[in-house]
């Protein structure tokens, strides 16, 4: 008897939902990372760099994923959002002085700490990429385990 290839189930239209969610949520922070280094001129460093290329192929994989209703989108992202949310949590503490190394990641020209290091002087960016890395990840996990079964 020939067996029939099991293919893994469409995600449901809540699911799908919160895929394009997290997609939109990629999407507004790697804008934003974009307006803050061409439009406000702040420079990113080096851990910047590490967190956006971390965010970029998010848009593009997720993108992707919403498009084709693929539920396996999320597995192929949560690895980069994972490793993002570390550079921005080490960032953080970094940031916050509760880190404090002699050897710094970053150049002197564009430092990863201090007033260089906030939006509008009100929220410090390694803050806000946290911000944005958890809830990323928190809601690809949500998204994972509702569709894998």
């Known amino acids: ?20 969610l997290t997609w939109f949520i990629v999407l507004v922070a790697s804008l934003g990372a974009i307006f803050i280094g061409e439009i ?11 967190q956006r290329i971390s965010m970029f192929p998010l848009v593009i994989i997720l993108g992707i ?3 084709k209703s693929d539920y396996k989108a999320a597995s192929y992202a949560l690895p980069l959002a994972l490793i993002g949310m570390t550079f921005a949590l080490y960032h953080s503490l970094l940031y916050a002085g509760v880190i404090t190394l002699k050897i710094v990641p970053c150049a002197s020209d564009i430092p ?30 949500i998204f994972m385990r509702k569709n894998v079964s």
Do not use: E, H, R
């Open 112 to 141: 990863c700490g201090g007033s260089g290091m906030t939006l509008y002087d009100v929220i410090a960016l390694p803050y806000l990429s946290l911000f944005c890395f958890t809830v990323i990840s928190i809601t690809l996990t």
């Open 1 to 20: 008897m020939k067996k029939i290839p099991q293919t893994p189930p469409a995600p449901s239209i809540n699911a799908w939902w919160l895929l394009c």
């Open 40 to 50: 406000l001129g702040k420079m990113p460093c080096t851990l910047c760099w590490y």
């Open 65 to 67: 994923g919403c498009y």
